[in-house]
């Protein structure tokens, strides 16, 4: 173990991250290096640099990332419409390859040959972390604090930040939760306790960013969405930056009681999870988005996007952001975006989403002559369907005469 | 076109396919024997048949065909978690190749050497009929009228009717909604005028199944669905048949306004077409279903499952039930749902299907020993996961290091 | 039909499009335009001239297409080791599009309203080349004689021929072939006759590019190939274009016996159909491209690649060239061959291609450091793999248990 | 350590297992049964009883499990055309889900608390047996040497060998050969020293099974296989065991040989490796159930496999046989080879395995009326292919009329 100079740690200002930063210098003899990320979480970020300076860390970055985690993380993702297992909108997945890329970057500068981290041995995020270390710097040396040391039960860890005396209010931080949580401009995550029985109805206090369907304003509210190459870049007439505009997606969302979800899921580590998310602009984006396509991609390309959405939705889940078959897949998916330009109204009413209505001035390929129950003026022969359905037929024609003639 | 005797008519008793009756009277010389089919649209069949013999109509078929539509259909498909193109739940499309089959069955009885039906030529529904026909009785001829005749304009419809004697009042029979509608158990679907522009939103009052959110009640009501190997099989306790908790599902969820829907869909035709859609009970079940999957099924299964599922919504949605391909992929999905039973609790409120819980006494997979935030006592190995990721990273690692290399 | 003006014929200078000339000016009352093109198939093009001049036609083209075609054809396909139905390597498919391009680029220079080709109704190329030419043009309107007239057997067609003075010597150009047969740089196909028997096997002097594997040379030959971008740009240390690369190959490849294939395949229009090939060039690049990918291309995106392979196989055979999801498709094969970069050496031998060796001097990912047998030094331990199995085996053992409990 | 009490040995009698043998018995003081199975791999394996018995062994295991491996594996495995990274016959990877079973059977038949096996930290191998382990017995302890010892280095191993009794004369069973070889009734597979350079063409003394091509005999050798539901049951007319016809293959085909590969695969854990493969016999059967698929399955089901195929070829080498996602695609191959009936016939010539023809009595779904260029007398109407492309052309048509009035 002493053959580690320096570690960047991803860095909370928790409780957790905190143990881990004293574990660190304790244990590894190391410099450590914290890094703390805005993405959006909504947490004074400034205390993380007061705690860090206490333990003695000299090199102390806290960065503001959100309109590089919408712009190129978030947004990328939902220009394939990502859903992983029907539900999950992979809020906390789709963090974690930012935060990897800027360990290594950190590490590079400050010539760290280590990481660390504080997520733990049962779940996806370590995963998700490393791999994209690995991807990023082949050589670099990863720190799993939960998988190495025996500090596994509450009190244990509790105990030993009292010993070291890491202020211990730190544990009501998030209010008092119960849960494990997550958050960053995407969404925000519950975990644990409670909702480790999947029979169990999630309470209503858990809920943060929302107001329950039953507490969100009685009159709907409209939004206009203008996208250009797939995503969002106008919120009602109002041109705004990536992030800016998920962050007013959160709060309207948020108002209208949109985007909670509660399932389980199904880890890269083998095990189900019971997790409940709330996600109210991701969820208004998600519609939104397969609206403007609807009219604007072509049938087949989005068939085949829809083909490969799981495989892609699993890789991020799985901490793939950094290999070369997502950036193959993204690749592809970019292409297509070309033409999703135009502009989706939806209605927010009581955890609803609703499209009613989309258009595109310069790429929609609705083409109402075409469609209409009136008389089309001969854009359409109806004829020519008789020949489509006869030679689409004739193998299972000629199968059934096989079958026929074996009776 | 004088060598057909006899065909079978899919009579609806509306005003289309009574005309098409008398034409096909005129225009084949032939005998026509009509089938109507109760597939829970909920309207009065016995006038059908008096229409019918008004035509001199000798054979006469009205079939209640609702246990088998949802048995032997409506379920299957929903095993699948089916949707097209992320959205739509093929309410018209899984009633088509029921109607097909009983066609051919009817044909087969009564002698006839053809079918008929009153699907224009620009839609899927003729697909879906005659691809279905086809492959039941590859020999069959089919008689589309709308790719025959030239009545294609409302007014020299109206025209023939009131020349032949249809009485014209039949135009009013569906509340002389201006909507292309169809109807069965699963869902209502609206077309044509005021949607054919994308941009508009659907009018309030063209929904017909589902009170709006608005107007849905403000108390919330819970319900406790029964799976047994992937379908429903009890509501609240009770036992019912297929057709009967479909039933029961769309007065629950119409009632709180659920399953509503308005889009535009990629028809197999080649055009996009708008649609409205309402399917309570079907929304529910949707939800429910992959709940119930979530815990008892293993997580490849179900990523396989997603992975097809696509394709065979396409196979439904493009007319293809009696395909051999459709078949295989259904061999597969049943066989999956061996271990799908267990129940779901699900929560409506004003447009929203919340599930709250889920669980199975005999096929969880979620195991809380493992997946808890708490002390495991052995149960898995944290370790384990840093071998876990650095062989997953070592395809990665190689590249990286070769990149390296190559600056 | 007296609309068309002038119509772009893809000529051939054989009987069928011949006679197809003289019925098109004949029956359409229409100008003709002729386009021959060199794709590779070794006949002389000039007579076409002649025999086009003699029916009054004052506006002729031939095109030598061949480097377009390799180029920017056949092997962006091999780019994808593109293999229908498991063995077709899709010579004539990956011709048309090229084809339907030039004929609208012609009809766009003559201001010709229509294109005509001689494709039967029963085969794949009338869809090539129609889909292609609407893609391209979708107002663009197709003549397809075989479609219309009625000269549906030899018999009549000849009768007609001597009727209008077409040189009926024609009809043994082909050196008397009782097949029908369609030629390219990528291959030569045989049809129909004694083919039709799919339990008989084809005749030894049916086959024309290569030598049976029994006549042969006793020797073996080793060829040496470069890749750069996934292209062989190099044969035997010698730089060459595509299309004089694979007409070495076809020479090459031909004399040792390599790439005939009989077979029975699915056409798009719905039958089975028994073909012959030979394809001595695509042969060896198909399995060379293979190799150089497999140590230049990460696992996951060459297995990314061979599932979608199949699809990107059926758009080309079906004539989806010009479509916008073959291009999406294309857009990720030709990002991931960036690294395929290297070479192969290959042995032909009595109709055998065996790959002896493969290597790149940038882009290889083959570590033998880490592979060996021998001591790796640490550049893996072994210990992480038993973290890996359990991992990967947690989900497998979860559901044994639930399994025992249940028995 | 101390806690197991028996362990069940996979045990070739070789030097490398005997080594294990002991070092079971000395690390962990626990009982050993050991477990040799016959699975075509062609030695002598009574010699394994007697050096089993010299270690003090008293539960020995030797089992012919030739036709099971064939029946239950090998041929379910070519029902889907399985083709690992479009060349690798799987041949080590379908045997180890079988030693994995009896592993696990013999394990509970003698109360046995643990296996062992002699795959190395390095491969696949180790992969499958525990995989396959875990998913029949969740709660088996797994041992697998070379994860655990330091005997890393052969000159370690010889001297643990000499130390303790275990005769090094053991090292030259395999004729002194310098590979890593496996064999079953399957394949024979080389890696290791020479072969580690991919750049290397492999020595001609190295293959085992077949000849060279060059030394196969000059005449050609016609083969007719029958096949009943898509597996081999007949050879040139006798009636066979799915094992025995096997090895009559793998006779012929060595003879003309047939069947050598050369390749760099991709392993599981993550390092691209070089392998040699002799798979005579089903190579033969690859080529031949493809041709009589040909003719037999309806072309959507064969695409449905064809895309499945890779999939389900990763399970296989990846280790999960025995998992719930590799029966539900069996479920499904299996379904479609209902019809997989008829025979075949082959031709073998120095390395090729030609297909000449092939019929189905019963199932031939090729229609030589339909598919004729002679008159058909009607069974196909050339018009309707019109229609065909016209539907299929249109959503191009659209985009392209909108391409345009861009411009």
Known sequence: ???????????????????????????????????????????????????????????????DLREEFVRDFVFPMFRA????????????????????????????????????????????????????????????????????????????????????????????????????????????????????????????????????????????????????????????????????ILAELNRLGGKHGVGRLDLVENRYVGMKSRGCYETPGGTIILKAHRAIESITLDREVAHLKDDLMPRYASLIYNGYWWSPERLALQTLIDHTQATVNGWVRVKLYKGNVIVVGRDSKTDSLFDSTIATFEDDKGAYDQKDAGGFIKLNALRMRIAANLHNRKK
Not at 5 to 14: D, R
Not at 146 to 166: N, Q
């Open 1 to 63: 173990m002493s053959d580690i100079k320096k570690a960047v740690l991803a860095y909370s200002g928790g409780l957790d991250t905190s143990v881990i930063l004293k574990w660190l210098q304790d244990t590894y003899q190391c410099e450590v290096v914290t890094f703390t990320a805005d993405l959006g979480q909504g947490e004074e970020l400034e205390p993380a640099r007061e705690k860090a300076k206490k333990f003695g860390v000299s090199e102390i970055y806290i960065d």
């Open 81 to 244: 419409n990502t859903v992983y297992e029907g539900e999950y909108l992979l809020g906390t997945s789709i963090a974690r390859p930012l935060i990897a890329k800027r360990l290594i970057e950190i590490a590079n500068e400050t010539q760290a040959d280590a990481i660390s981290h504080g997520a733990t041995g049962k779940g996806n995020d370590q995963v998700r972390f490393e791999l994209g270390a690995y991807a990023l710097n082949p050589n670099i040396k990863i720190i799993a604090p939960w998988r190495e040391w025996d500090l596994l039960s509450r009190e244990k860890l509790l105990s030993y930040a009292e010993k070291h005396g890491i202020p211990v209010e730190m544990k009501h931080k998030q209010g008092g939760s119960p849960y494990s949580m997550d958050a960053n401009l995407l969404h925000i995550s519950y975990e644990g306790r409670h909702l480790e029985d999947p029979a169990a109805e999630a309470e209503e206090d858990m809920w943060r960013w929302t107001v329950s369907p039953e507490k969100a304003p009685d009159a709907a509210e409209y939004l206009d969405l203008e996208f250009r190459n797939g995503d969002i870049v106008a919120l009602n007439g109002k041109t705004m930056k990536a992030h800016e």
